[in-house]
């Protein structure tokens, strides 16, 4: 083989190399690893797990850390490998409000669409949660019976796009409202 032969196979053997090794930059083999180094590489947490969820392609944990909340989103990647997905940093629990919430969309491939409402309680008083939600100029109910340690986890799936919250209903034991706000 000349030389100029040489120089271009090896050339090509270092450029796949380097790809395949910054495919594998930020992996982890599960779900769980990838979660904790999304937390460490934003210097939040460790958190504790309240409740994990399985999604398509991919999974979401239900975290407290100190005095925020989180839901983080792990994906499966290259190789069936697992990587960071978004929202690892928190929100401020504000104890004066009888129940705080964040949301947000993600997307997890493709046109696949991972819709996200979730919070904390803070009145000991409320049991369970609701949420009215506009999809697609349907509303939609969604309910949680009972908390996760004073907490709750909404999830809309597919091609979901836009969503507009309505309203958020925190009831008691005896399904009286106690807590009810109209949502932007």
């Known amino acids: ?3 100029k032969q040489k120089l271009i196979r090896n050339t090509l053997i270092l450029v796949l190399l380097l790809l395949i ?25 460790p958190s504790t797990i309240i409740k994990s969820q399985k999604i398509k392609g991919g999974m979401l944990y239900l975290c407290k ?7 983080n989103t792990v994906k499966r990647g290259f190789l069936g490998l697992w990587y960071a997905g978004d ?3 928190g929100s401020e629990n504000d104890i004066k409000n009888a129940i705080n919430y964040s949301w947000g969309i993600s997307s997890i491939k493709d046109n696949y669409r991972l819709g996200k409402f979730y919070g904390i309680v ?3 008083n409320i049991k369970s949660v609701k949420l009215a939600l506009n999809v697609k100029d349907e509303m939609k ?18 091609d979901v796009v836009n969503f507009q919250a309505a309203k958020i209903t925190g009831f008691d034991k005896d399904s009286n409202i106690i ?6």
Do not use: C
């Open 179 to 184: 807590f009810e706000k109209a949502l932007p």
């Open 21 to 45: 090794s910054t495919s594998f930059l930020g992996a982890s083999f599960t779900p769980l690893s990838a979660h904790k180094r999304s937390e460490r590489t934003a210097n939040y947490g």
């Open 122 to 124: 803070n009145d000991p």
């Open 141 to 158: 109910i969604f309910e949680q019976k009972e908390l996760y340690d004073s907490m709750f986890l909404f999830t809309l799936e597919g």
């Open 65 to 71: 850390y100190d005095k925020w909340f989180s839901l």
């Open 1 to 3: 083989m000349i030389k």
């Open 87 to 89: 929202q690892v940093h």
